[in-house]
């Protein structure tokens, strides 16, 4: 491990873990955005090339103020405004580089299991409403540990709550108990 705490912000469906459709994300609340970027402003999000891909057609441009560190298998991709990595490893060593409070992992559903088992804290936005999406955010319940709710939201009718995870602390094995 990489000693350096590993953190998850995501938008995900409360009943149906819906997190994103056709390349994009099923919704667009500023105020989530704001967490999003207060969580990640100054540590770097490592992220898939599709997700990086989006939020430039999104925003126009790739996350500011924070290493876009972006994990693609195509050995001829490059990006100006990115570091590109070939694994996860490299993208956590080069991530540590920075030496930042937390790393966070910005997506995509992919990338979401491939890591869910190394997640120290997840900062999750819990949608209410029924969007149907091909991307699903991974099952975390029985690993992690509310810590903190925000209280419920509203954007334009669609009520969303923020609510904070930690890894629960795994047990050692005591060999007088059976």
């Known amino acids: 491990m990489i000693g350096i705490p590993l953190a ?19 919704r667009n609340v500023p105020d989530d955005m704001r967490r999003f970027a207060a969580k990640t402003i100054g540590k770097p999000v490592i992220m ?14 790739p996350l500011v103020d924070r290493p876009n560190i972006v994990l693609s298998r195509n050995p001829a991709y490059r990006h100006e405004h ?6 996860l490893a490299s993208a956590l060593a080069c991530a540590a580089a920075f030496a930042p409070e937390e790393i966070h992992i910005g997506g995509g559903p992919e990338l979401y299991d491939q890591v869910i088992g190394q997640v120290d804290r997840l900062y999750l936005t819990l949608f209410n409403d029924d969007h149907e999406g091909e991307a699903k955010f991974p099952s ?21 709550e923020w609510v904070d995870y930690v890894r629960r602390a795994v047990e050692k094995a005591n060999p007088h108990n059976c």
């Open 8 to 26: 998850l912000v995501a938008g995900m469906g409360r009943h149906n873990r819906s997190i994103g459709k056709a390349g994009g994300l099923l």
């Open 48 to 61: 898939g090339r599709k997700t990086f891909e989006s939020v430039i057609a999104l925003s126009g441009r």
């Open 82 to 87: 990115a570091i590109v990595c070939r694994s």
């Open 140 to 160: 975390f319940e029985n690993e992690f540990t509310e810590v903190r709710r925000h209280g419920v939201r509203e954007h334009q009718g669609l009520e969303y």
